[in-house]
């Protein structure tokens, strides 16, 4: 008999948003058979306005820093200057969370910062194209594998259950 779990949203972000600190674990988590998955309505929309706020967080960021980005960077001290400017941007943030989106997203986008930081405007804006892809593409995840469906791989109920034994192991 299966094992039953209820999934809340850090870890159906974490499994979806390959730049949060959890991906790895939540991920190879969701990978992992003999498990039946469950998630609320709620949880479902806490996770689509959050990846709405990553979106809008992420895209203030990379606007930061085309805006505060030297002309000709110089390649030696290129991370010193993504780190100065990005720890300039997260201290005008007042939410913690955003601040560790910002954090995640630059540690892993670091390679994806400096191409853009020496590239071409174009390169630039297809950087910008690829997070913003990254989140509807979770966002697409989110709605294909959360429904209210026992084939779904997360069965998310739309409202409580009457008998909540038929839910317990």
Known sequence: MASHHFLDANILIGSLVEWDGQHRHTHCYMQQEGFRRHTSERVYRECTGVLGRFRRTILRYLEHMDRNFPGHPDPLTLDRTIDRLTERWVRKLASGREQNVIRSFVSRNRQDLRN?????????RAFRRDAIEAIKGALASLDRDCRDDPAAPVLCHTCCPGDYAAHSP
């Open 116 to 124: 853009s930081a020496l590239g071409t405007e174009e390169e630039r």
